[in-house]
């Protein structure tokens, strides 16, 4: 089992919809989570974090966070076909140590 | 502002051959670490360092070599280029634990051949 899993994609949505895209993570100790946006061959920019039980939102973004189904989840409303990316989802147990899924690939049709 | 910046942008190495990959920020950072990406894998770690002076390996670093004698600068040593470490690599640098999230450089693609 990966350590932390994302489905590869690409989800599809259309302009206007709510893309949701979910993470697993293998570690229960886990107390820090991250959502990190992807451009096609750019480097990662931090969108969102969240550290509690529940959702956390940002504008068009919302984290939701439930550990114990070691599961987080990244909304977002209105999709635009600027959202098209890959989306990273990152998991941290403390420490030094932050492990990254290998990403889902989000299109938005216009 | 400039956050972390990297060079190159793009290399083309002939196996055995080594190279430096430049890092540096200007956030006054602490924690500053490698990575590198792979298509279709997450973003493994090569090595990390927790200020000057100070440097440990993560998960990947066979290969690699780091050195931090300032708190801005983060180079990536490569010796003797093998083609498994055709990637990108990406160095980013945080505030704080990893419980803070990185900002990332703007990456090195690194072909070996």
């Known amino acids: 089992q990966k350590e932390v899993e994302q489905n590869s994609g690409p989800l599809s949505v259309p302009e206007g919809a709510i893309a949701s895209l979910n993470c697993t993570y293998s570690?229960?100790?886990?107390?820090?989570f991250f959502w990190y946006r992807q451009y096609s061959g750019k480097s990662p920019e931090l969108i969102m974090s969240?550290?509690?039980?529940g959702d956390k939102e940002d504008g068009r973004f919302t984290a939701q966070l439930n550990k114990a189904s070691q599961y987080v989840s990244l909304l977002i409303r209105d999709s635009q076909p600027s959202d098209s990316a890959t989306y990273l989802c990152?998991?941290?147990?403390?420490?030094?140590?932050?492990?990254f899924g290998a990403g889902t690939r989000l299109f938005v049709k216009a | 502002n400039a956050g972390v910046t990297q060079t190159p942008k793009f290399r083309i190495l002939k196996i055995g051959q080594s190279m430096t990959l430049q890092c540096t920020q200007d956030?006054?950072?602490?924690?500053m670490y490698w990575y590198r990406q792979d298509p279709g894998m997450g973003l493994k770690l090569i090595y990390y360092?927790?200020?000057?002076?100070?440097?440990d390996k993560g998960e990947v670093p066979n290969g690699y070599n780091v050195s931090r004698s300032t708190t801005e600068d983060f180079p990536l040593r490569l010796e003797l280029a093998a083609p498994s470490q055709t990637s990108v690599y990406f160095c980013?640098?945080?505030?704080?634990?990893?419980?803070?999230?990185?900002?990332f450089g703007s990456g090195t693609r690194l072909t070996v051949v």
């Open positions: 980013a640098s945080s505030s704080g634990t990893s419980n803070y999230g990185y900002t």
């Open positions: 570690d229960r100790v886990s107390q820090s």
């Open positions: 969240i550290y509690s039980n």
């Open positions: 990152a998991v941290s147990p403390g420490g030094f140590k932050t492990i």
């Open positions: 956030m006054n950072h602490n924690y």
């Open positions: 360092s927790v200020g000057a002076g100070i440097t």
